[in-house]
């Protein structure tokens, strides 16, 4: 449910971004739009409205996103013009903003691989609440609880990778 997504990403995302929940990835504000409008203007050197695609790195950079090069390169290699519009970076700065979204699942997955001492998906449910009362933003016990409701197995272990799943879709 949306408690669990919000207390689990209370917890593990300290630092990082505060929410992971689609809707407010969904789209930019008018306020955002007009910032990124800002930001991409000023990687316009010929004043034409356009960025030369080898920027196009740079500006992902400059707005928050971290593409690796050949994300960079991919999408580089998909526009058909040497030079690009705001209009046409827009569908690809989304579309990478979304990616990073829906890679945060597969992040928390690895990080809690790194208790699974025996390779087999699971983690002492005890470890997990260590965790999450003491990492991060820590949890409360109460919270916690209410994480794990319904997770652990009848030895104490808990399927990380459901568990995340289970948080993750609310």
Known sequence: DLRRQTLFSKSVSAGHQRSLLPSKMASLSDDQLAEHRDAFALFDRKGDGKIDVGQLGDVLRA???NPTNAEVRKVSGEVGDNRLSFED???IFNSLRQKKEAGSQEAFIEGLKVF???GNGTINSV???HVLTSLGEKLSEEEVDQLLTGMEDSN????YEEFIKTIMSG
């Open 63 to 65: 707005l928050g996103q």
């Open 89 to 91: 970076f827009l569908p």
């Open 116 to 118: 699974d001492r025996d």
């Open 127 to 129: 470890e997990l609440r």
């Open 156 to 159: 104490g272990q808990v399927q």
